[in-house]
């Protein structure tokens, strides 16, 4: 009794290699540290952060003093403090790749590397 066809090793072995080289693409492109943190308040660019610097240092932006940022030593950056009600972007943690990004969406604040 057969179950798989000539026909259906070669439609895997096309998924094999279309899902590996997605994979390869993907970690080549979003796999790099970032060099910079551009935080957004209302759709608006209002402070970009080197992070390559080596400094630990927790700042906020005059648009919203009540949110905190932590730059780390190792290139990272986090919200350290928010008075939202949920807290949802402090859990998001650090942020270090070329394509993170995490979000206060009470403050309508919005950080991306």
């Known amino acids: 009794m ?7 090793g070669i439609i895997i072995a096309i998924l094999v290699v279309t899902v590996l ?3 390869f693409l993907f970690s080549d492109a979003y ?8 935080i957004y308040y209302r759709s608006e660019l209002v402070k970009t952060v080197e992070l390559n610097t080596g ?3 927790k700042f906020s932006i005059e648009q919203e003093p009540n949110v905190i ?5 190792d290139g990272s950056i986090s919200f350290a403090q928010s008075d939202c009600p949920d807290k949802i972007c402090i859990q ?15 403050n309508l604040l ?4």
Request: aromatic share 8%; charged share 20%.
């Open 69 to 73: 940022f932590h730059l780390h030593g």
């Open 55 to 57: 400094m630990e240092e």
């Open 31 to 38: 796999g790099q540290t970032g060099t910079f943190a551009e």
């Open 92 to 106: 998001s943690g650090k942020l270090h790749l070329a394509g993170h990004h995490a979000a206060c969406l009470p």
């Open 110 to 113: 919005y950080v991306k590397i």
């Open 21 to 23: 080289s997605g994979l």
């Open 2 to 8: 057969k179950y798989a066809k000539k026909t259906d």
